[in-house]
């Protein structure tokens, strides 16, 4: 059980130092379709960020929060890409 | 003795999914272009969430749980390709530049050759030649 709490801690320090490079692009991004695909690579990290919690603090009621978080996240992707079409007529 | 072989299995996976969603995050900073870029976008979300999931699936072993990662998974993998395809038909609508060393005659013939011939316009954006 050692071996297996010392793997999460690895895995949870790696998906953290992830999330913070796709933030740097968010923030950098020239354009703003970047900064649109880095929202989504961000959502993407955040499922695995609270399922990892989940199993952290044996919390099963986390996994319904990541399950609705994958619906919002393509929703807000679309919208995002809606508004890039139609910006400016 | 079984339950050391589950968690170990899980264990690797999680790892497995996070090292690929490190190595999509590295190419979102490296990558030159944004339609280079856009390709880090599906594999993070299906590959790396993926594995996480179901090695989080294997820990839990509760029916409930493995419910919620199978709707999950089908969703994502139905999705995320969709939302990397919406987000790069929109940066080619609205014009964003390429990278200098992309190869763009497949891109310009289809340029010249509009699919609705009554309106004379393709469906890729409409980009001029000269204005790459």
Redesign the interface.
Known sequence: ?K??EV??M???F??V???T??A??FIKGP?L??R???L??LS??L??II??Y??FSEE?LL??A??IL??IG?LG??S???F??H?KE | MMQEFI??T???L??T???F??I???G??RLPD?FI??S??TK??TI??GF??VG?AL??N?M??FL??T??LV??VL??P???H??S???S??R?PFWEKTDLQDYLKADETPDDPKTKKSSYGGRKKNST
Do not use: Q
């Open positions: 059980m071996f297996y793997i999460l690895v895995s949870m790696i998906l130092v992830s999330a490079l796709v740097y692009r354009t379709a970047d649109i695909a880095a989504d690579l993407a990290h499922i695995g399922a990892l989940a199993v099963l996994m319904d990541a399950l994958s619906l393509f992707t679309m995002f890409a809606y890039l079409i910006k | 968690s170990i899980s264990a690797l999680i790892l999914g996070a090292i969603m490190l999509a995050s590295i979102m900073i944004f870029r856009i880090v976008l993070a979300s790396g969430l996480m999931l989080i820990y839990f509760h409930s749980i919620k990662v709707f999950m969703f994502i999705t995320s969709v939302s990397a919406i987000i038909k929109a940066a609508h609205i964003i």
